[in-house]
């Protein structure tokens, strides 16, 4: 089967019609433009489906796939754009002055949510013991990503924070199971009179940002288990959530707290929302700015131990940033693939221009090495998480690396597929703004790419054995250039310092991503990839690929949704 362009009507060489188009009735008739990209499988992605089935999640294959056809539907496109059309508001005060701190939503949004979370895209692999539930609810968060990405925010952090509670299991027992419900209840309510709930995050102040140990907000213990918690945040992740982990400073030091919105006897506890930001991408989403007024909370973990605490959420969370950017990679790519199926420019169809083909098999290497990453590192947690300590330390180095890079790679693919629509893909109802907005986010949420990478130098200084088993993990494939770039790369971190942070996340990932492709991809993605990112003959820009590759089968294994 080949890559080639479906049918233009109009499109024929206007030098060969009989008519002339100057005399022609109809002068508004649209033709060479390509029909909208919907009524189609999302989840229709070999890369992505090998990876589920290779991660051991392929008993989740049947509940993938009706989630990808309702994410190609104009339904839940729909969804998408009314959602982001019509941002969220905040109501401070009711009609008569009375504080309700309440944030108003589009009813699209609640549709998208409804379906996350009815999917248990937020929280089913922690009330699961089946092998490989945190690589199925990764491959659906990434296939429902691609319809709107701004509430996968809330989504991702009711994920993460259960994993946190976990150092709490009085906290546990009462909130688990209201997190991991499949039924999606909004409303500030008293948490046990509701279905479910969920959870969200406020760690970063003013006058710190991601020095989280700069944060003043103070935790003064009430002496019946609760803290009142009074100072502000900069940024609360989705201030409508039923819940937060917040970061205060406790006597003993920087504790984690849980604290909720509603208290059980039905009053709004003290957390005051000053204002939502207004924001470059994310617009479907609430962010805000709060203050806390001798706030109610409830300690997690250990008193003076909050970073420790919170850093598997924040690991929870990472994940989902590579996940999120893996999965607008693949939104990009379909966008332009299906324009250039159906676009003619200069007498010729754009699927069968060579320059352009070499844009988007580029592209599409891109999309296949983070995607098949992702499915890697879900797959990593899942076994880490069930106890595998072999697993636990290669996903601590290869986690970190690839938040930095795969998030990194994310704006310039974007930017580069919606320039393969050309002006079409300038305008609003392309998308591709949106997904262009949304592409820098991921690298600055849970820690900037500065952070990410001074994260991986940290743990390669203290976990030495968490080195050995990223390499040994690389060296599984076997490849002579695989094992010719890993030696590179194991020189550069011999002398390497704070400054070559970058360079070390972006070489090992890129080591990795290449190892994954050799193991898993036909022969020739992976030699594309390696020829191209391994063996330095490469531009740029995308579309600067080796001569003599053969792109054909990468561009039909892109082309198969």
Same mark, same amino acid.
């Given at each position: 089967m080949e890559f080639r362009p479906r049918p233009?009507? =109009?499109?024929?060489d206007p030098a060969s019609s009989e008519e002339d188009p100057v005399t022609r009735d109809a002068t508004h008739d649209v033709t060479n433009q390509a029909p909208p990209l919907a009524g189609h499988d999302v989840s229709a992605d070999q890369a992505l489906l090998e =990876?589920?089935?290779?991660?051991?999640a392929d008993w989740a294959t049947g509940e993938l796939r009706r989630l990808g056809l309702l994410a190609g539907s104009e339904k839940a496109q729909e969804w998408g754009r009314l959602a982001n059309e019509h941002p969220p508001v905040l109501r401070t005060h009711d009609r008569y002055g009375n504080r309700i701190d309440e944030v108003e939503f589009h009813p699209a949004w609640h549709e998208l949510m409804s379906v996350a979370v009815g999917n248990g895209l937020h929280a089913s692999p922690w009330t699961s013991a089946r092998p490989g539930a945190h690589v199925a609810r990764a491959a659906k968060f990434f296939v429902w990503s691609q319809v709107e990405a701004g509430h996968g925010c809330p989504i991702s952090m009711t994920y993460a924070a259960v994993a946190a509670l976990r150092h709490s299991p009085s906290l546990r027992a009462e909130w688990e199971p209201l997190l991991a419900s499949r039924t999606y209840d909004f409303g500030l309510r008293p948490p046990l009179e509701k279905r479910g709930v969920l959870a969200g995050m406020a760690m970063t102040e003013k006058q710190g940002g991601s020095d989280v140990r700069a944060g003043t907000t103070r935790a003064e213990p009430l002496g019946d288990g609760s803290f009142a918690l009074t100072g502000h945040k900069w940024f609360n992740s989705a201030p409508m959530c039923d819940a937060f982990l917040v970061l205060a400073q406790a006597p003993r030091g920087l504790s984690c707290f849980l604290l909720p919105r509603?208290?059980?006897?039905g009053t709004r506890n003290a957390m005051r929302l000053m204002r939502l930001k207004d924001k470059l991408g994310n617009r479907s989403n609430a962010s805000a700015e709060v203050e806390y007024d001798g706030a109610t909370a409830f300690l997690v973990g250990e008193e003076g131990r909050g970073v420790r605490t919170i850093i598997e959420m924040v690991n929870m969370t990472r994940l989902d940033c590579v996940t999120g950017s893996a999965a607008g990679m693949r939104q990009g790519l379909s966008q332009a693939l299906?324009?250039?199926?159906h676009r003619s420019a200069f007498g010729r169809p754009l699927a069968d221009q060579p320059l352009m083909r070499a844009v988007l098999a580029d592209l599409a290497l891109e999309s296949e090495a983070a995607t098949t990453l992702m499915t890697r590192l879900a797959g990593a947690t899942d076994r880490a998480v069930a106890g595998d300590a072999a697993e636990g330390l290669f996903r601590r180095a290869a986690l970190a690396a690839a938040k930095y890079w795969i998030c990194k790679r994310a704006p310039v693919h974007a930017a580069e597929a919606l320039e393969c629509l050309g002006g079409n893909g300038y305008v609003e109802e392309s998308q591709m703004p949106r997904l262009f907005r949304e592409s820098p986010l991921n690298g600055i949420w849970e820690g900037s790419g500065n952070v990410a990478a001074l994260d991986l130098m940290r743990v390669l200084a203290r976990e030495p054995e968490a080195v050995e088993a990223f390499f040994a993990e690389v060296a599984r494939a076997g490849d002579h250039r695989v094992g010719d770039a890993a030696e590179r790369v194991l020189k550069t971190l011999a002398s390497a310092g704070e400054a070559d942070a970058r360079r070390v996340a972006e070489e090992m990932t890129l080591v990795l991503q290449a190892s994954l492709l050799v193991r898993h991809a036909p022969a020739p993605v992976a030699d594309a990839f390696c020829?191209?990112?391994l063996g330095g003959d490469w531009g740029r820009a995308f579309g600067t690929l080796p001569a003599g590759l053969d792109l054909e089968p990468i561009l039909e294994r892109?082309?198969?949704?």
């Amino acid at each position: 089967m080949e890559f080639r362009p479906r049918p233009v009507p =109009g499109a024929e060489d206007p030098a060969s019609s009989e008519e002339d188009p100057v005399t022609r009735d109809a002068t508004h008739d649209v033709t060479n433009q390509a029909p909208p990209l919907a009524g189609h499988d999302v989840s229709a992605d070999q890369a992505l489906l090998e =990876g589920l089935a290779r991660e051991g999640a392929d008993w989740a294959t049947g509940e993938l796939r009706r989630l990808g056809l309702l994410a190609g539907s104009e339904k839940a496109q729909e969804w998408g754009r009314l959602a982001n059309e019509h941002p969220p508001v905040l109501r401070t005060h009711d009609r008569y002055g009375n504080r309700i701190d309440e944030v108003e939503f589009h009813p699209a949004w609640h549709e998208l949510m409804s379906v996350a979370v009815g999917n248990g895209l937020h929280a089913s692999p922690w009330t699961s013991a089946r092998p490989g539930a945190h690589v199925a609810r990764a491959a659906k968060f990434f296939v429902w990503s691609q319809v709107e990405a701004g509430h996968g925010c809330p989504i991702s952090m009711t994920y993460a924070a259960v994993a946190a509670l976990r150092h709490s299991p009085s906290l546990r027992a009462e909130w688990e199971p209201l997190l991991a419900s499949r039924t999606y209840d909004f409303g500030l309510r008293p948490p046990l009179e509701k279905r479910g709930v969920l959870a969200g995050m406020a760690m970063t102040e003013k006058q710190g940002g991601s020095d989280v140990r700069a944060g003043t907000t103070r935790a003064e213990p009430l002496g019946d288990g609760s803290f009142a918690l009074t100072g502000h945040k900069w940024f609360n992740s989705a201030p409508m959530c039923d819940a937060f982990l917040v970061l205060a400073q406790a006597p003993r030091g920087l504790s984690c707290f849980l604290l909720p919105r509603v208290l059980p006897d039905g009053t709004r506890n003290a957390m005051r929302l000053m204002r939502l930001k207004d924001k470059l991408g994310n617009r479907s989403n609430a962010s805000a700015e709060v203050e806390y007024d001798g706030a109610t909370a409830f300690l997690v973990g250990e008193e003076g131990r909050g970073v420790r605490t919170i850093i598997e959420m924040v690991n929870m969370t990472r994940l989902d940033c590579v996940t999120g950017s893996a999965a607008g990679m693949r939104q990009g790519l379909s966008q332009a693939l299906h324009h250039a199926r159906h676009r003619s420019a200069f007498g010729r169809p754009l699927a069968d221009q060579p320059l352009m083909r070499a844009v988007l098999a580029d592209l599409a290497l891109e999309s296949e090495a983070a995607t098949t990453l992702m499915t890697r590192l879900a797959g990593a947690t899942d076994r880490a998480v069930a106890g595998d300590a072999a697993e636990g330390l290669f996903r601590r180095a290869a986690l970190a690396a690839a938040k930095y890079w795969i998030c990194k790679r994310a704006p310039v693919h974007a930017a580069e597929a919606l320039e393969c629509l050309g002006g079409n893909g300038y305008v609003e109802e392309s998308q591709m703004p949106r997904l262009f907005r949304e592409s820098p986010l991921n690298g600055i949420w849970e820690g900037s790419g500065n952070v990410a990478a001074l994260d991986l130098m940290r743990v390669l200084a203290r976990e030495p054995e968490a080195v050995e088993a990223f390499f040994a993990e690389v060296a599984r494939a076997g490849d002579h250039r695989v094992g010719d770039a890993a030696e590179r790369v194991l020189k550069t971190l011999a002398s390497a310092g704070e400054a070559d942070a970058r360079r070390v996340a972006e070489e090992m990932t890129l080591v990795l991503q290449a190892s994954l492709l050799v193991r898993h991809a036909p022969a020739p993605v992976a030699d594309a990839f390696c020829a191209s990112r391994l063996g330095g003959d490469w531009g740029r820009a995308f579309g600067t690929l080796p001569a003599g590759l053969d792109l054909e089968p990468i561009l039909e294994r892109a082309a198969s949704a």
